[in-house]
């Protein structure tokens, strides 16, 4: 909740309110914002590269220790993670 200690857009009013308005006093003097509405729309494609990744990912944490350790020595001299590579070539089908 905001806190008011004046007239509302006075010099000394703060805070919230209503999650929507958000006074607040920077160096060149008190300010008013409104909060952003963002609206998250994915398209159909990417959500089904979220389901690959998010399968991908569980995957990985599906593997035996030694399979990980196997994928990490491949790594090795490259510029990716051992979990990294394995979800790369998972993604791109191998």
């Keep these: 909740m905001a806190r008011v200690l004046g007239p509302l857009f006075s010099i000394t009013a703060w805070g919230t309110i209503g999650d929507a308005i958000t006074f607040s006093r920077r160096r060149g003097g008190p300010t ?13 494609e990417q959500l089904a590269q979220r ?4 399968e991908a990912v569980s ?3 599906a593997l035996p220790p030694a399979s990980k ?5 491949w790594a090795d001299g490259t510029r990716l ?3 990294l590579m394995y979800i ?3 993604l791109l089908g191998g």
Excluded: D
Excluded at 51 to 54: L, S, V, Y
Excluded at 69 to 73: D, G, S
């Design 59 to 61: 995957s990985w944490s």
């Design 81 to 83: 993670s051992g979990k």
């Design 69 to 73: 350790v196997r994928w990490v020595a």
């Design 51 to 54: 389901a690959n990744f998010a």
């Design 88 to 90: 790369q070539n998972y």
């Design 32 to 44: 008013v914002t409104i909060k952003p509405v963002h609206k998250i729309t994915y398209t159909a």
